[in-house]
């Protein structure tokens, strides 16, 4: 059983624990200790009220969820999410992510904590600008819609000038 996460940063063990696994890092004690069964789990992102984290499973293509009480993980739902962009909701009851993977329209999921139901809350489909190329959530607004970084096309460039000698 893990303890409480508060004020404990996770990260994932790159070059410190083979194979990768997620770390704990206490910062009084300084000591680090790897997550059970964390191996190929990656982009964890804690639950505000601290009770479980999210992350990315690549080894069994699903969003994975630690519960600190338990120390055990369970699937929320299947498909690799990109692991930064997983969110959680302020009250702790949803996690958000996105597919980024193998998806043209990279849609964005939200999926319930309490009984695992997945809805899907947008897609590149519904951007109504022509010029966008993709794009990534990156946080979530205080209402809890999607924030998202878009990446444009060159079609925004009118005009370039080059001065040659």
Known sequence: MC????????????????????????LKSRNITSLPDSADIEGPQWSPDGRFAA?????????????FSKGTWSDLSDGIPYGWGIRWSADSKNVYYQHIFGDQEQPIFRV????????????????LRADVLSYSMTGLTPDG??????V???????ALELNLP
């Open 145 to 150: 819609s999607p924030l998202v970084s878009l």
């Open 152 to 158: 444009h096309s060159t079609s925004d460039v009118y």
């Open 3 to 26: 303890r409480s996460p508060v004020n404990i940063p996770v990260f994932t063990g790159a070059r410190l624990i083979q194979p990768l696994a997620l770390c704990l890092l206490d």
């Open 112 to 127: 319930r904590i309490a009984d695992r139901h997945v809805e899907q809350v947008t897609s590149s489909r519904e951007m």
């Open 55 to 67: 992350a990315s499973d690549r080894g069994h293509q699903k969003l994975a969820l630690f519960d």
